[in-house]
């Protein structure tokens, strides 16, 4: 504990400025506990069933920042049911099990204020997850949470430790995404806006910030967007046509299949996008991106400014984002970029004060407009790549005689739109899986544009087989096989893949008996049916699988208990998990590689991928090991 409060002290507490607690309860029916750690006092205190206790330390520290993991829904509301004087049980079956808001359970919780933040990413995900994506231990409390009895001195030390362990994990979270608290307290002060707004979230900081005033209204001109003046398509025309079409205006439905510069699309409602599937190209590529796409848009053309009172604040927000942008000073730029990316998407949620379904509308349908409006005017003069949301990549036959006319293109249409355009150029090669997933290098400067899930950079909060995406990008960027970087590698973490228990499911079951049943249907039809039996019934939920050589292991399902036809549904094996496999959810930071690990099944797993980027392990392909070589040893590259 001591490390961690030096740790986090040191390197970011000075940086923040910010006094912190971070808490966390854990509620039985007879007993509750609280474990509090102040960073600044370097303090942990520990209060359980004393509720004069806990409102003293309230007390003392009311102005000061709570800090929570999901504690936005839970904890604070637990704080102030026993703060009230009500049982902290009924507080947490009432969020728990009847699933309603904390915060209607009694009027009396406003007597109370807490300056809340919540530690938890949204989209959200569990503490558990995370922790195991960091290599921690993840093993669950042997306490179960429906005891009904009061808890012994054994079970409240366990849970004690329980409880710290969280605090802990929830500040190692916060230190690894300490830019959305900066955010958050950057906008907070500059707007003046009172330590209350720093429990919200961004869309509802961003309301605020802009005066929302869309919360409870109703619109019925959801449909009744406008087709924006400087919209110049001729040959794709039909496109903008049929969201016009009154029989279209239904969310289920889109066009799809549409054919644009030779390559495949589907527009939507929520936005268009095309592109080569499974496709490798060698040569010139243009990255042609609309700077802040969405919300240069609504600044360009006033859009969704009808629920805003302020409107003058997003375009401070918005300019300053640019700005930054063009400065290339990412550390200023990173609060303007993630609130001015909050604002549009708000429009279609009724919950939010921003709440503007037409207008989301107006944005989502013209931007995806005007990129095929731009792709209309270049395809004479490049080959169409991939076409998404924000910007198109195309690939040059001759630079030197295409690019001034793509140039121009580009320039008039940004003159025209009132958009503005940034411009990468590649030497070199393309995988791409689908519009989501691609992979560009550029073999003369070695810079990398990189998207999807196999090829992202990951981090330590998202860190799920990183051995496969670091064999892929490998071999991508050097010719190197995946055998080559998989067998080097000696770090167990980094074959890791985290799976969780939902609570759609009872439980996970590891290694059980599958044999395969004779059976009749009900029109007396023979059929042969998986029958489980036997298997080890997990009492974790959150899980760190590695293949296995041991093949008298099995692998991990979930069990739903449903039944169907008067027999339990059979368990599902968890998606991306091998079917022998050993779990070790004890911290595996620094553990060596053993040698049950089964390597091949990564590097099988890695072709196998690498195949949906159009690569052929067996050279039949768009792209083997002895033409990537050759490509590179072009480019003056060693290959292996």
Same mark, same amino acid.
């Given at each position: ?10 390197? #970011? ?16 029916? #007879? ?54 004087? @009500? ?24 007597? @109370? ?43 409240? =030390? ?60 109703? @619109? ?30 239904? *969310?289920?439905?889109? %066009? ?18 095309? =592109? ?16 802040? *796409?969405?919300?240069?848009? %609504? ?5 969704? #400014? ?39 998407? %708000? !429009? ?5 004060? +921003? ?30 790549? %991939? ?11 001759? *630079? ?18 009132? !958009? ?37 950079? +990951? ?28 067998? /080097? ?32 249907? /009900? ?86 991928? +690498? ?11 768009? +792209? ?17």
């Amino acid at each position: 504990m001591a490390g961690l409060f030096l740790l986090i002290h040191q390197k #970011y507490i000075q940086k923040v400025g910010e006094k912190m607690i971070f808490y966390d309860f854990e509620v039985f029916a #007879y007993d509750w506990l609280v474990v509090l750690i102040d960073l600044n006092a370097k303090e942990e205190t520990v209060i359980i069933n004393d509720p004069e206790k806990l409102s003293r330390f309230y007390e003392k520290h009311k102005g000061t920042i709570w800090a929570g993991y999901n504690s936005r829904h839970y904890d604070q509301f637990i704080l102030k049911g026993i703060l009230c004087g @009500f049982n902290p049980k009924k507080v947490n079956d009432w969020i728990i099990l009847d699933d309603k808001p904390g915060y209607r359970f009694s009027s009396l919780f406003r007597n @109370f204020p807490l300056i809340n933040y919540d530690v938890m990413p949204n989209p959200p995900i569990s503490l558990k997850a995370l922790e195991a994506f960091m290599g921690h231990s993840i093993k669950e409390t042997t306490v179960p949470f429906d005891i009904d009895r009061p808890l012994t001195e054994e079970e409240l =030390a366990e849970t004690v430790k329980y409880c710290r362990h969280d605090v802990s994990e929830t500040v190692e979270v916060w230190v690894r995404s300490i830019e959305e608290f900066n955010t958050t307290m950057f906008f907070v002060n500059h707007f003046h806006l009172g330590t209350g707004s720093i429990g919200k979230t961004k869309a509802q900081l961003a309301a605020e910030i802009l005066g929302g005033n869309g919360k409870g209204k109703s @619109f019925d001109d959801e449909f009744d967007f406008p087709i924006l003046d400087c919209l110049r398509l001729k040959k794709y025309r039909f496109v903008a046509d049929w969201y016009k079409n009154p029989i279209n205006h239904n *969310y289920g439905k889109a %066009q799809e299949n549409i054919t644009v510069a030779g390559v495949p699309h589907t527009f939507a409602w929520g936005g268009g996008h095309g =592109a080569i599937p499974k496709y490798h190209g060698h040569g010139i590529f243009l990255v042609i991106d609309v700077t802040a *796409y969405y919300p240069s848009l %609504q600044k360009q053309f006033k859009i969704g #400014y009808r629920v805003m009172n302020h409107p003058e604040n997003f375009e401070f927000i918005h300019d300053s984002n640019i700005e930054f942008k063009r400065k290339g000073d990412k550390k200023a730029r990173q609060p303007f970029k993630i609130m001015d990316n909050a604002i549009s998407g %708000q !429009m279609k949620q009724p919950q939010s004060a +921003l709440y503007d379904p037409m207008s989301n509308n107006t944005i989502c349908i013209n931007g995806q407009l005007l990129l095929l409006d731009l792709v209309e005017h270049l395809e004479p003069y490049c080959k169409l790549v %991939q076409n998404n949301t924000d910007g198109i990549i195309v690939q040059l036959t001759d *630079y030197d005689r295409d690019f001034e006319k793509i140039d121009d293109v580009v320039w008039e249409w940004e003159q025209r739109t009132g !958009m503005k355009m940034d411009f990468d150029t590649f030497i070199g090669d393309i995988f791409q899986k689908d519009v989501n997933n691609y992979f560009l290098i550029d073999r003369e400067t070695g810079a990398i544009k990189a998207k999807g899930a196999y090829v992202k950079k +990951l981090s330590d909060l998202d860190y799920d087989l990183p051995i496969v995406n670091r064999a892929i990008s490998e071999y991508f960027v050097h010719g190197k096989p995946p055998e080559e970087t998989i067998r /080097a590698c000696d770090s167990l973490r980094d074959f890791q893949k985290v799976v969780k228990v939902s609570s759609k499911y009872e439980c996970a079951l590891y290694s059980p008996v599958i044999t395969m049943e004779k059976i009749r249907d /009900a029109k007396g039809r023979s059929k042969s049916v998986k029958r489980f039996s036997g298997g080890e019934v997990q009492t974790d939920k959150t899980f760190r699988v590695f293949a296995s050589k041991d093949h008298s292991k099995g692998g991990l399902f979930k069990v739903s208990g449903k039944v169907v036809n008067g027999r339990k549904k059979n368990p599902e094996k968890f998606g991306n998990t091998p079917e022998h496999c050993f779990i070790i959810n004890d911290d595996v930071s620094s553990l060596p590689v053993p040698a049950e690990l089964d390597r091949q099944y990564y590097i099988q797993l890695a072709w196998k991928r +690498l195949k949906d980027y159009g690569v052929d392990r067996e050279g039949g392909g768009d +792209l083997n090991h002895a033409t990537f070589s050759r490509i590179c040893t072009d480019k003056g590259q060693t290959m292996p």
